[in-house]
């Protein structure tokens, strides 16, 4: 079973009125909560929508997290 690490990341929740252009990515339910994920565009962040609020989450955060994850592994 593969080794599982773990990041912190920052979510922004976004305004009501916010517009993003996004690309649908996906939407389900996990246990009783039903979500909407797309992908902010051109950034490709991730606009993930629960009970009408919405969550921003930086693809480049996730990216420099894993980086320094990998980076702190190699001291």
């Not at 009783?32 to 606009?47: I, Q, S």
């Not at 990216?63 to 190699?74: C, D």
Request: no cysteine; aromatic share 6%; proline share 3%.
């Amino acid at each position: 079973m593969p080794k599982k690490l773990e990041i912190t990341i920052e979510v922004e929740e976004v305004a009501e009125k916010t517009m993003y252009l996004t690309q649908h990515f996906g939407d389900g339910t996990l246990g009783k909560t039903k979500f909407d994920a797309r992908f902010t565009l051109p950034a490709m962040g991730l606009l993930i929508e629960i009970d009408k609020k919405r969550y921003k989450v930086s693809s480049q955060e996730v990216i420099t997290k894993v980086v320094e994850l990998h980076e702190s592994k190699q001291k």
